[in-house]
């Protein structure tokens, strides 16, 4: 997909954070784009921003944990703008920060409804629309770092398993969408500028309980955390980095260079295990 200009973009979560700085990027694009989000206020921040800057954008009130809501804004957006060629299933929740031990059952619930079920509903909804301007149509899944590797330090580990997840189906859609025509991209974004725990806990509806306070020490978390700040990438770098991976149709959008090393570690260790279990075999065949 190469051609964004006069091209309709859906960006769920689109009213804050890293979904602000993919509406912004691609608006500047020439892509009308549908900011979709639980907080409809915000989308509609978001939403003025743009045409202020003289873009197009509307704002869309959506919960991506409900495929009935997803529908009606799918119906919503190709009545408005004509059709849908980028969708940017980007929603995400943190629902608990401290160890495994700490995380309930609701934490792992709210984690999985949004960040695993809510990508899949979304694709589920806006599916047709993409089918329909394919193969001008492309797919965007927002996942993490913490998709590709685990970090103890990071003690986000219901958020971390749940972008496992989110790699692994949007690596599965990539193949299955392939012969239609339709690209499929991940976001695996390092850490970037943006207010993801306080949104989350907004956000929170009250069949998944209270979110409980972040649970941090030094040795998990609490010294990186105070420093996260000065490290984390502007949400509005974000967009450019996307479109030059949809260009290209690329499969893993990256953000942070510098934590190439991560992957290569996990990596490394995952063939040393190959190693590892083929060197009995190799002992019994000498």
């Given at each position: 997909?190469?051609?964004?200009?006069?091209?309709?973009?859906?960006?769920?979560?689109?009213?804050?954070?890293?979904?602000?700085?993919?509406?912004?990027?691609?608006?500047?694009?020439?892509?009308?784009?549908?900011?979709?989000?639980?907080?409809?206020?915000?989308?509609?921040?978001?939403?003025?921003?743009?045409?202020?800057?003289?873009?197009?954008?509307?704002?869309?009130?959506v919960?991506?944990?409900?495929?009935a809501?997803?529908?009606?804004?799918?119906?919503e957006?190709?009545?408005?703008?004509g059709?849908?060629?980028?969708?940017?299933?980007?929603?995400?929740?943190?629902?608990h920060?401290g160890?495994?031990?700490?995380?309930?059952?609701?934490?792992?619930?709210?984690?999985?409804?949004?960040?695993?079920?809510?990508?899949?509903k979304?694709?589920?909804a806006?599916?047709?629309?993409?089918?329909?301007?394919?193969?001008?149509?492309?797919?965007?899944?927002?996942?993490?770092?913490?998709?590709?590797?685990?970090?103890?330090?990071?003690?986000?580990?219901?958020?971390?398993?749940?972008?496992?997840?989110?790699v692994?189906?949007?690596?599965?859609?990539?193949a299955?969408?392939?012969?239609?025509?339709?690209?499929?991209?991940?976001?695996?974004?390092?850490v970037?500028?943006?207010?993801l725990l306080?949104?989350?806990?907004?956000?929170?509806?009250?069949?998944?309980?209270?979110?409980?306070a972040?649970?941090?020490?030094?040795?998990?978390?609490?010294?990186?955390?105070?420093?996260?700040?000065?490290?984390?990438?502007?949400?509005?770098?974000?967009?450019p980095?996307?479109?030059?991976?949809?260009?290209?149709?690329?499969?893993h959008?990256?953000t942070?260079?510098?934590?190439?090393?991560?992957v290569e570690?996990?990596?490394?260790?995952?063939?040393?295990?190959?190693?590892?279990?083929?060197?009995?075999?190799?002992?019994?065949?000498?």
């Open positions: 997909m190469h051609d964004l200009n006069g091209r309709v973009a859906v960006v769920t979560g689109g009213g804050s954070g890293i979904g602000r700085g993919l509406s912004l990027g691609l608006a500047a694009e020439g892509m009308t784009v549908a900011v979709a989000d639980l907080q409809t206020a915000k989308a509609e921040a978001v939403a003025g921003e743009i045409e202020a800057a003289g873009g197009r954008a509307f704002a869309v009130g919960d991506v944990t409900s495929a809501a997803l529908a009606a804004a799918a119906k957006v190709v009545a408005r703008a059709g849908v060629n980028l969708l940017c299933a980007n929603a995400g929740v943190i629902a920060v160890p495994l031990a700490a995380h309930g059952i609701e934490d792992w619930e709210y984690s999985l409804s949004v960040n695993v079920l809510g990508v899949v979304t694709v589920d806006f599916l047709p629309a993409l089918r329909a301007s394919a193969p001008d149509a492309h797919v965007l899944t927002t996942a993490s770092l913490g998709g590709l590797v685990s970090e103890v330090r990071a003690p986000i580990g219901a958020y971390t398993a749940s972008k496992y997840a989110c692994g189906y949007s690596e599965m859609l990539r299955e969408l392939a012969e239609e025509g339709i690209g499929v991209s991940v976001l695996c974004p390092g970037v500028a943006s207010n306080g949104t989350s806990i907004e956000n929170r509806p009250d069949a998944f309980g209270v979110q409980a972040p649970q941090l020490t030094p040795e998990r978390g609490g010294d990186d955390a105070a420093r996260l700040a000065d490290f984390a990438m502007p949400a509005e770098e974000v967009g980095i996307v479109v030059r991976a949809i260009r290209a149709n690329r499969l959008v990256l942070h260079p510098q934590t190439r090393y991560l570690q996990r990596f490394r260790a995952l063939l040393d295990d190959f190693d590892f279990a083929a060197a009995p075999a190799q002992r019994q065949e000498t």
